[in-house]
């Protein structure tokens, strides 16, 4: 069965890195669009990054454009999700998904079918 798992959260102050990792398995996972998204206390699940099946194509929410990169290692079946220059804002539950196969980047949630159980990120002030 499709499994996703997340990790690498934690506590970091303002300013800090992260880099968290989603070890995928149970689908053929280089032929697949995969993404980041992030729901924080009391707000609806959001999207972060997407990273094309092929690695040719990524895309980034505006609030993350420059500050995080996501990539994909398709022969360790896993993607990764380095955020630098965090915010306070930046404070949430963040999942991994997977997205269809050999399609785009898309942002909206509707376009991705399976989801971690996510890692808590805190950036404290």
């Known amino acids: 069965q499709v499994q996703l798992v997340e990790s690498g959260g934690g506590l970091v102050q303002a300013g800090g890195s992260l880099r968290l990792s989603c070890a995928a398995s149970?689908?053929?996972?280089?032929?697949?669009?995969m993404g980041w998204f992030r729901q924080a206390p009391g707000t609806e699940r959001k999207f972060v990054a997407a990273i094309k099946w092929s690695s040719t194509q990524t895309n980034y929410a505006d609030s993350t454009k420059g500050r995080f990169t996501i990539s994909r290692d398709n022969a360790k079946n896993a993607i990764y999700l380095q955020m630098n220059s965090l915010e306070p804002e930046d404070t949430a539950v963040y999942y991994c998904?997977?997205?269809?196969?050999?399609?785009?980047?898309?942002?909206?949630?509707?376009?991705?079918?399976?989801w971690g159980q996510g890692t808590r990120v805190t950036v404290s002030s």
């Open positions: 998904a997977r997205g269809g196969v050999y399609s785009g980047v898309y942002g909206g949630d509707a376009s991705y079918d399976y």
């Open positions: 149970g689908f053929t996972f280089r032929d697949y669009t």
